[in-house]
Protein backbone atom coordinates (compact mmCIF):
# COMPACT_ATOMS: atom_id res chain seq x y z
CA UNK A 1 0.00 0.00 0.00
CA UNK A 2 1.56 2.88 -0.98
CA UNK A 3 2.06 5.82 1.63
CA UNK A 4 -0.18 8.88 -0.13
CA UNK A 5 1.20 11.14 2.08
CA UNK A 6 4.68 9.97 1.02
CA UNK A 7 3.19 10.27 -2.49
CA UNK A 8 2.41 13.80 -2.17
CA UNK A 9 5.32 14.53 -1.01
CA UNK A 10 7.12 13.49 -3.57
CA UNK A 11 4.76 15.26 -6.09
CA UNK A 12 5.14 18.32 -4.54
CA UNK A 13 9.00 18.09 -4.39
CA UNK A 14 8.65 17.05 -8.07
CA UNK A 15 6.35 20.44 -9.08
CA UNK A 16 8.65 22.71 -6.47
CA UNK A 17 12.09 21.72 -9.06
CA UNK A 18 10.61 22.12 -11.81
CA UNK A 19 9.65 25.54 -11.26
CA UNK A 20 13.98 25.88 -10.52
CA UNK A 21 16.69 25.10 -12.00
CA UNK A 22 17.57 22.01 -10.78
CA UNK A 23 19.21 19.87 -13.43
CA UNK A 24 17.57 16.60 -15.11
CA UNK A 25 19.95 14.61 -13.33
CA UNK A 26 19.36 15.71 -9.49
CA UNK A 27 15.36 15.76 -10.43
CA UNK A 28 15.34 12.28 -11.73
CA UNK A 29 17.68 11.04 -8.70
CA UNK A 30 15.29 12.53 -6.53
CA UNK A 31 12.42 10.63 -7.86
CA UNK A 32 13.71 7.13 -8.00
CA UNK A 33 14.73 7.65 -4.24
CA UNK A 34 11.10 8.78 -3.35
CA UNK A 35 9.58 5.79 -4.90
CA UNK A 36 11.52 3.73 -3.36
CA UNK A 37 10.46 5.06 -0.29
CA UNK A 38 6.30 5.28 -1.12
CA UNK A 39 6.10 2.43 -3.06
CA UNK A 40 6.61 -1.43 -1.64
CA UNK A 41 10.09 -1.89 -4.35
CA UNK A 42 13.64 -2.22 -3.45
CA UNK A 43 15.13 0.26 -5.96
CA UNK A 44 14.06 2.12 -8.76
CA UNK A 45 15.12 2.99 -12.05
CA UNK A 46 15.21 5.58 -15.36
CA UNK A 47 16.05 4.60 -18.66
CA UNK A 48 16.31 7.19 -21.20
CA UNK A 49 15.54 5.59 -24.79
CA UNK A 50 17.26 7.42 -28.14
CA UNK A 51 15.81 5.79 -31.15
CA UNK A 52 18.48 3.92 -33.25
CA UNK A 53 20.75 4.18 -30.45
CA UNK A 54 21.84 2.61 -27.17
CA UNK A 55 19.45 2.96 -24.35
CA UNK A 56 21.19 5.21 -21.81
CA UNK A 57 20.96 4.80 -18.18
CA UNK A 58 19.61 8.73 -16.51
CA UNK A 59 18.49 8.12 -12.60
CA UNK A 60 18.72 4.95 -10.57
CA UNK A 61 17.84 4.94 -6.79
CA UNK A 62 21.10 2.68 -6.00
CA UNK A 63 23.88 0.52 -6.76
CA UNK A 64 21.28 -2.42 -7.80
CA UNK A 65 18.77 -0.22 -9.86
CA UNK A 66 22.07 0.66 -11.73
CA UNK A 67 23.12 -2.77 -12.41
CA UNK A 68 19.47 -4.02 -13.60
CA UNK A 69 19.20 -0.74 -16.09
CA UNK A 70 22.69 -1.86 -17.38
CA UNK A 71 21.76 -5.58 -17.81
CA UNK A 72 18.93 -4.61 -20.25
CA UNK A 73 21.37 -1.49 -22.07
CA UNK A 74 23.78 -4.23 -22.55
CA UNK A 75 21.52 -7.29 -23.86
CA UNK A 76 19.23 -5.07 -25.78
CA UNK A 77 16.57 -6.70 -24.16
CA UNK A 78 14.23 -6.39 -21.29
CA UNK A 79 10.79 -5.36 -19.47
CA UNK A 80 12.01 -1.53 -19.75
CA UNK A 81 12.84 -2.08 -23.29
CA UNK A 82 9.75 -3.47 -24.04
CA UNK A 83 7.23 -0.85 -22.11
CA UNK A 84 9.01 1.71 -23.79
CA UNK A 85 8.52 -0.07 -27.40
CA UNK A 86 4.80 -0.95 -26.87
CA UNK A 87 3.97 2.19 -25.00
CA UNK A 88 2.23 -0.41 -22.37
CA UNK A 89 3.26 -1.31 -18.82
CA UNK A 90 5.18 -4.63 -18.31
CA UNK A 91 4.90 -6.05 -15.11
CA UNK A 92 6.60 -9.35 -14.09
CA UNK A 93 5.37 -10.62 -10.64
CA UNK A 94 7.50 -13.64 -10.87
CA UNK A 95 10.99 -13.38 -13.06
CA UNK A 96 11.61 -17.42 -12.18
CA UNK A 97 8.34 -17.73 -14.68
CA UNK A 98 8.74 -15.52 -17.07
CA UNK A 99 9.99 -16.38 -20.48
CA UNK A 100 9.99 -13.33 -22.69
CA UNK A 101 13.52 -12.32 -21.85
CA UNK A 102 15.69 -14.79 -21.45
CA UNK A 103 18.98 -13.54 -21.75
CA UNK A 104 17.88 -10.61 -18.80
CA UNK A 105 15.54 -13.29 -17.08
CA UNK A 106 19.33 -15.40 -16.36
CA UNK A 107 21.36 -12.59 -15.18
CA UNK A 108 19.32 -10.91 -13.23
CA UNK A 109 17.71 -13.85 -11.21
CA UNK A 110 21.72 -14.74 -10.57
CA UNK A 111 21.51 -10.97 -9.67
CA UNK A 112 18.87 -11.00 -7.04
CA UNK A 113 16.03 -9.40 -8.96
CA UNK A 114 13.07 -11.19 -8.75
CA UNK A 115 9.98 -9.14 -9.59
CA UNK A 116 9.97 -5.80 -12.30
CA UNK A 117 7.69 -2.98 -13.19
CA UNK A 118 7.71 -1.02 -15.69
CA UNK A 119 6.23 2.21 -17.34
CA UNK A 120 7.17 3.71 -20.36
CA UNK A 121 7.73 7.39 -20.26
CA UNK A 122 5.54 9.16 -23.19
CA UNK A 123 3.57 12.27 -23.73
CA UNK A 124 1.79 12.22 -26.77
CA UNK A 125 4.20 10.80 -29.95
CA UNK A 126 7.12 11.74 -27.62
CA UNK A 127 8.73 8.54 -26.30
CA UNK A 128 11.33 8.93 -23.40
CA UNK A 129 12.11 5.79 -22.19
CA UNK A 130 10.97 4.12 -18.52
CA UNK A 131 10.40 3.93 -15.29
CA UNK A 132 11.72 0.42 -14.14
CA UNK A 133 10.87 -0.37 -10.26
CA UNK A 134 12.74 -3.94 -8.70
CA UNK A 135 11.67 -5.92 -6.15
CA UNK A 136 13.96 -8.95 -4.84
CA UNK A 137 11.18 -11.01 -4.01
CA UNK A 138 8.48 -11.72 -6.01
CA UNK A 139 4.78 -10.96 -6.22
CA UNK A 140 2.24 -8.72 -8.12
CA UNK A 141 1.77 -5.25 -7.19
CA UNK A 142 -1.61 -3.66 -5.30
CA UNK A 143 -3.73 -1.63 -7.58
CA UNK A 144 -2.82 1.36 -5.47
CA UNK A 145 0.34 0.98 -6.15
CA UNK A 146 0.31 0.89 -9.83
CA UNK A 147 -1.88 3.82 -9.81
CA UNK A 148 0.53 5.50 -7.97
CA UNK A 149 3.23 4.52 -9.89
CA UNK A 150 1.33 5.66 -13.26
CA UNK A 151 0.95 9.18 -12.48
CA UNK A 152 4.59 9.36 -11.31
CA UNK A 153 5.41 8.50 -14.44
CA UNK A 154 3.26 10.40 -16.00
CA UNK A 155 4.66 13.56 -14.40
CA UNK A 156 7.88 12.35 -14.91
CA UNK A 157 6.88 12.36 -19.10
CA UNK A 158 5.68 15.96 -19.09
CA UNK A 159 8.78 16.96 -17.11
CA UNK A 160 11.11 15.29 -19.58
CA UNK A 161 8.80 16.61 -22.67
CA UNK A 162 9.82 20.06 -21.12
CA UNK A 163 12.87 19.92 -20.45
CA UNK A 164 13.48 18.20 -24.04
CA UNK A 165 11.84 21.65 -25.45
CA UNK A 166 13.82 23.80 -23.32
CA UNK A 167 17.06 22.01 -23.99
CA UNK A 168 16.33 22.52 -28.09
CA UNK A 169 15.48 26.66 -27.43
CA UNK A 170 18.54 26.65 -25.43
CA UNK A 171 20.51 25.36 -28.34
CA UNK A 172 18.90 27.25 -30.78
CA UNK A 173 19.79 30.10 -28.49
CA UNK A 174 23.81 29.19 -28.63
CA UNK A 175 23.75 28.45 -32.28
CA UNK A 176 22.32 31.96 -33.04
CA UNK A 177 24.00 33.58 -30.75
CA UNK A 178 27.60 32.05 -32.09
CA UNK A 179 26.35 32.87 -35.23
CA UNK A 180 25.86 36.84 -34.55
CA UNK A 181 29.21 36.46 -33.14
CA UNK A 182 30.95 34.77 -36.14
CA UNK A 183 29.35 38.06 -38.13
CA UNK A 184 30.37 40.62 -35.65
CA UNK A 185 34.26 39.63 -35.88
CA UNK A 186 34.31 39.56 -39.68
CA UNK A 187 32.49 42.97 -39.73
CA UNK A 188 34.54 44.73 -37.40
CA UNK A 189 38.06 44.06 -38.87
CA UNK A 190 37.43 45.80 -41.89
CA UNK A 191 35.77 48.87 -40.16
CA UNK A 192 38.26 49.02 -37.93
CA UNK A 193 40.64 49.27 -41.10
CA UNK A 194 38.18 51.54 -42.96
CA UNK A 195 38.21 54.04 -39.69
CA UNK A 196 42.66 53.67 -39.49
CA UNK A 197 42.44 55.13 -43.27
CA UNK A 198 39.59 57.97 -41.81
CA UNK A 199 42.49 59.18 -39.43
CA UNK A 200 45.36 59.19 -41.86
CA UNK A 201 42.82 61.16 -44.25
CA UNK A 202 42.00 63.71 -41.83
CA UNK A 203 45.86 63.85 -40.61
CA UNK A 204 47.16 65.01 -43.96
CA UNK A 205 49.05 61.76 -44.44
CA UNK A 206 47.57 61.94 -48.16
CA UNK A 207 47.80 65.91 -48.78
CA UNK A 208 45.86 68.43 -47.63
CA UNK A 209 42.10 68.31 -47.63
CA UNK A 210 39.92 71.35 -48.22
CA UNK A 211 36.66 72.41 -46.03
CA UNK A 212 34.37 70.56 -48.18
CA UNK A 213 36.92 67.37 -47.89
CA UNK A 214 37.18 67.18 -44.43
CA UNK A 215 33.27 67.54 -43.46
CA UNK A 216 32.65 64.88 -46.05
CA UNK A 217 35.61 62.94 -44.14
CA UNK A 218 33.79 63.76 -40.84
CA UNK A 219 30.51 62.09 -41.40
CA UNK A 220 32.02 58.95 -43.24
CA UNK A 221 34.31 58.67 -39.55
CA UNK A 222 30.41 59.33 -37.85
CA UNK A 223 28.94 56.85 -39.14
CA UNK A 224 31.67 53.91 -39.27
CA UNK A 225 32.28 54.70 -35.53
CA UNK A 226 28.53 54.33 -35.15
CA UNK A 227 28.55 51.33 -36.68
CA UNK A 228 31.44 49.64 -34.75
CA UNK A 229 29.08 50.77 -31.81
CA UNK A 230 26.39 48.60 -33.09
CA UNK A 231 28.56 45.97 -33.65
CA UNK A 232 30.50 46.02 -30.23
CA UNK A 233 26.79 45.90 -29.04
CA UNK A 234 25.81 42.73 -30.70
CA UNK A 235 29.61 40.65 -29.54
CA UNK A 236 28.62 41.60 -26.24
CA UNK A 237 25.19 40.42 -26.15
CA UNK A 238 26.44 37.51 -27.81
CA UNK A 239 28.86 36.92 -24.92
CA UNK A 240 26.45 37.64 -22.40
CA UNK A 241 23.91 35.22 -23.73
CA UNK A 242 26.45 32.47 -23.82
CA UNK A 243 27.50 33.51 -20.25
CA UNK A 244 31.13 34.01 -21.58
CA UNK A 245 31.22 37.76 -20.02
CA UNK A 246 33.77 37.86 -17.76
CA UNK A 247 34.81 41.17 -15.95
CA UNK A 248 38.35 42.53 -15.51
CA UNK A 249 38.23 43.53 -11.76
CA UNK A 250 40.45 46.03 -10.47
CA UNK A 251 39.85 49.39 -8.25
CA UNK A 252 38.22 52.16 -10.49
CA UNK A 253 38.05 55.58 -9.66
CA UNK A 254 34.72 57.15 -10.67
CA UNK A 255 35.86 60.51 -11.09
CA UNK A 256 38.30 59.18 -13.63
CA UNK A 257 35.64 56.92 -15.26
CA UNK A 258 33.61 59.70 -15.64
CA UNK A 259 36.25 62.48 -16.77
CA UNK A 260 36.96 59.55 -19.65
CA UNK A 261 33.42 59.64 -20.69
CA UNK A 262 32.90 63.21 -20.61
CA UNK A 263 35.79 63.93 -23.36
CA UNK A 264 34.61 60.90 -25.17
CA UNK A 265 30.71 62.99 -25.29
CA UNK A 266 32.01 65.90 -25.56
CA UNK A 267 32.22 66.91 -29.56
CA UNK A 268 28.75 65.35 -29.71
CA UNK A 269 27.46 67.49 -26.34
CA UNK A 270 28.62 70.70 -28.34
CA UNK A 271 27.29 69.59 -31.55
CA UNK A 272 23.79 68.67 -29.79
CA UNK A 273 23.66 72.28 -28.29
CA UNK A 274 23.69 70.96 -25.16
CA UNK A 275 25.49 71.28 -21.82
CA UNK A 276 26.75 68.33 -19.87
CA UNK A 277 27.35 69.26 -15.90
CA UNK A 278 29.39 66.82 -13.82
CA UNK A 279 29.03 66.35 -10.06
CA UNK A 280 31.47 63.75 -8.33
CA UNK A 281 32.13 63.02 -5.09
CA UNK A 282 35.47 63.19 -4.86
CA UNK A 283 37.88 59.71 -4.19
CA UNK A 284 34.94 57.25 -4.69
CA UNK A 285 36.66 54.08 -5.53
CA UNK A 286 34.92 50.97 -6.61
CA UNK A 287 36.19 47.32 -7.67
CA UNK A 288 34.89 46.47 -11.18
CA UNK A 289 35.57 46.28 -14.76
CA UNK A 290 36.59 50.17 -16.14
CA UNK A 291 36.26 48.86 -19.21
CA UNK A 292 32.65 47.50 -18.97
CA UNK A 293 31.84 50.07 -16.79
CA UNK A 294 32.83 53.02 -19.02
CA UNK A 295 31.02 51.19 -22.03
CA UNK A 296 27.99 51.09 -19.37
CA UNK A 297 27.96 54.74 -18.55
CA UNK A 298 28.81 55.89 -21.90
CA UNK A 299 25.87 54.38 -22.89
CA UNK A 300 23.83 56.26 -20.42
CA UNK A 301 25.18 59.44 -21.48
CA UNK A 302 24.70 58.74 -25.24
CA UNK A 303 21.35 58.35 -24.85
CA UNK A 304 20.82 61.29 -22.46
CA UNK A 305 22.33 63.48 -25.26
CA UNK A 306 20.28 61.55 -28.21
CA UNK A 307 16.90 61.92 -26.45
CA UNK A 308 17.32 65.73 -25.33
CA UNK A 309 16.66 68.96 -27.10
CA UNK A 310 18.95 71.80 -27.98
CA UNK A 311 19.31 73.55 -24.61
CA UNK A 312 18.60 71.09 -22.62
CA UNK A 313 20.90 69.58 -19.82
CA UNK A 314 22.46 66.61 -19.39
CA UNK A 315 23.98 65.81 -15.53
CA UNK A 316 26.39 63.02 -14.35
CA UNK A 317 26.39 62.88 -10.54
CA UNK A 318 27.92 60.31 -7.91
CA UNK A 319 26.50 59.87 -4.55
CA UNK A 320 27.32 57.10 -1.87
CA UNK A 321 24.35 55.18 -0.62
CA UNK A 322 25.66 53.03 2.41
CA UNK A 323 28.31 50.36 1.27
CA UNK A 324 26.67 50.95 -2.89
CA UNK A 325 27.45 53.95 -4.93
CA UNK A 326 24.85 55.34 -6.71
CA UNK A 327 26.39 56.61 -10.50
CA UNK A 328 23.32 58.58 -11.96
CA UNK A 329 23.00 60.59 -15.83
CA UNK A 330 19.92 62.75 -15.47
CA UNK A 331 18.74 64.74 -18.88
CA UNK A 332 16.00 67.04 -19.60
CA UNK A 333 14.74 65.24 -22.63
CA UNK A 334 11.94 63.54 -23.63
CA UNK A 335 11.22 61.20 -21.20
CA UNK A 336 9.62 57.77 -21.31
CA UNK A 337 6.25 56.90 -20.98
CA UNK A 338 5.45 55.17 -17.37
CA UNK A 339 3.76 51.88 -19.48
CA UNK A 340 7.16 51.64 -21.59
CA UNK A 341 9.59 51.83 -18.39
CA UNK A 342 9.43 48.36 -17.41
CA UNK A 343 10.16 47.08 -20.84
CA UNK A 344 13.46 49.23 -21.10
CA UNK A 345 16.20 46.66 -20.29
CA UNK A 346 14.81 44.04 -22.89
CA UNK A 347 16.64 42.86 -25.28
CA UNK A 348 15.86 45.48 -28.73
CA UNK A 349 13.06 47.23 -26.83
CA UNK A 350 12.86 50.77 -28.36
CA UNK A 351 9.89 53.09 -27.75
CA UNK A 352 6.93 53.96 -29.70
CA UNK A 353 8.17 57.50 -30.01
CA UNK A 354 11.60 56.30 -30.93
CA UNK A 355 10.55 53.88 -33.70
CA UNK A 356 7.71 56.53 -34.85
CA UNK A 357 10.89 59.45 -34.78
CA UNK A 358 13.26 56.52 -36.58
CA UNK A 359 15.24 57.92 -34.06
CA UNK A 360 18.41 56.05 -34.79
CA UNK A 361 19.44 52.53 -32.29
CA UNK A 362 19.47 49.27 -31.71
CA UNK A 363 17.52 48.71 -28.29
CA UNK A 364 20.35 46.90 -27.37
CA UNK A 365 22.32 49.69 -25.22
CA UNK A 366 20.41 49.46 -22.15
CA UNK A 367 20.13 45.64 -22.13
CA UNK A 368 24.20 45.83 -21.75
CA UNK A 369 24.12 48.03 -19.41
CA UNK A 370 21.75 46.34 -17.16
CA UNK A 371 24.26 42.97 -17.71
CA UNK A 372 26.58 44.62 -16.97
CA UNK A 373 25.34 46.43 -13.48
CA UNK A 374 24.28 42.71 -12.68
CA UNK A 375 27.53 41.04 -13.00
CA UNK A 376 29.31 43.57 -11.07
CA UNK A 377 26.49 42.72 -8.36
CA UNK A 378 24.20 46.17 -8.88
CA UNK A 379 20.83 47.42 -9.78
CA UNK A 380 19.47 49.94 -12.02
CA UNK A 381 17.29 52.03 -11.01
CA UNK A 382 15.28 54.54 -13.12
CA UNK A 383 12.67 57.70 -12.66
CA UNK A 384 11.15 59.09 -15.78
CA UNK A 385 8.83 61.90 -16.60
CA UNK A 386 8.30 64.16 -19.67
CA UNK A 387 10.25 66.55 -18.36
CA UNK A 388 13.20 64.27 -18.40
CA UNK A 389 14.84 60.78 -16.98
CA UNK A 390 17.19 59.88 -14.61
CA UNK A 391 19.45 56.70 -14.93
CA UNK A 392 21.14 55.11 -12.10
CA UNK A 393 23.81 52.22 -11.72
CA UNK A 394 23.73 51.03 -8.16
CA UNK A 395 27.41 49.53 -7.82
CA UNK A 396 28.33 47.80 -4.37
CA UNK A 397 31.79 49.86 -3.78
CA UNK A 398 33.42 46.53 -2.84
CA UNK A 399 32.68 44.49 -6.24
CA UNK A 400 29.81 41.63 -6.29
CA UNK A 401 29.45 39.09 -3.25
CA UNK A 402 31.05 35.69 -4.25
CA UNK A 403 28.12 33.17 -5.40
CA UNK A 404 27.05 30.96 -3.15
CA UNK A 405 28.24 27.42 -2.52
CA UNK A 406 25.90 24.98 -5.06
CA UNK A 407 23.37 22.94 -2.82
CA UNK A 408 22.64 20.37 -5.06
CA UNK A 409 23.23 17.24 -3.97
CA UNK A 410 25.70 15.10 -6.55
CA UNK A 411 26.25 11.73 -6.75
CA UNK A 412 29.42 9.73 -8.47
CA UNK A 413 27.36 7.21 -10.19
CA UNK A 414 24.80 10.33 -11.28
CA UNK A 415 28.05 11.94 -12.40
CA UNK A 416 28.91 9.30 -14.27
CA UNK A 417 25.90 9.50 -16.66
CA UNK A 418 25.74 11.29 -19.87
CA UNK A 419 21.90 13.25 -19.72
CA UNK A 420 21.08 12.97 -22.84
CA UNK A 421 17.35 14.62 -23.63
P1 LIG B 1 18.92 52.53 -28.34
O1 LIG B 1 19.20 53.84 -27.72
O2 LIG B 1 20.03 52.02 -29.18
O3 LIG B 1 17.59 52.44 -29.05
P2 LIG B 1 18.76 51.59 -25.62
O4 LIG B 1 18.60 50.21 -25.11
O5 LIG B 1 19.91 52.35 -25.12
O6 LIG B 1 18.79 51.46 -27.20
O7 LIG B 1 17.44 52.37 -25.29
C1 LIG B 1 16.18 51.77 -25.54
C2 LIG B 1 15.12 52.80 -25.73
O8 LIG B 1 14.86 53.46 -24.47
C3 LIG B 1 15.49 53.93 -26.66
O9 LIG B 1 15.21 53.58 -28.00
C4 LIG B 1 14.61 55.04 -26.16
O10 LIG B 1 13.32 54.86 -26.72
C5 LIG B 1 14.51 54.78 -24.66
N1 LIG B 1 15.47 55.63 -23.90
C6 LIG B 1 16.66 55.26 -23.40
N2 LIG B 1 17.25 56.25 -22.72
C7 LIG B 1 16.43 57.30 -22.81
C8 LIG B 1 16.47 58.65 -22.33
N3 LIG B 1 17.50 59.11 -21.60
N4 LIG B 1 15.42 59.45 -22.62
C9 LIG B 1 14.37 59.00 -23.33
N5 LIG B 1 14.28 57.74 -23.82
C10 LIG B 1 15.28 56.92 -23.57
Redesign the pocket.
Known amino acids: MPSEQKLSEILKEFAHTLLTDTPTQAILDNLADGIVEALPVTSAGVTLIVPRKAPEYLAASDAAALRYEQLQTELAEGPGLDAFRSGEAVFVADLQRETRFPKFRARALAAGLRAVFTFPLHNGDERFGALDLYRETPGALSSEAVAAAQTLADVTSVYLSDARKRYELQELGRAQADFVSRISHELRSPLTSVLGYVELLSDGASGELNQEQGRVLGIVDRNSRRLLGMIE?LLTMSSVEAGTCELVMTDVDVGELVERVRDTMAPIVVRSELELCVDLARGTVLNGDRDQLERALL??V???V???MPGGHVEITTRSEGDDIALS?R?T????PTE?QRH??TRF???V???ENQ???????????DHIVALHGGRMRVV?SPR??T?TMVLPMRGPAPPPAPTCRSRSDAERVSSRL
Open positions: DNLSNAKFTVDGTGIELFFRTRSKVPGTGLGLYIVSGSF
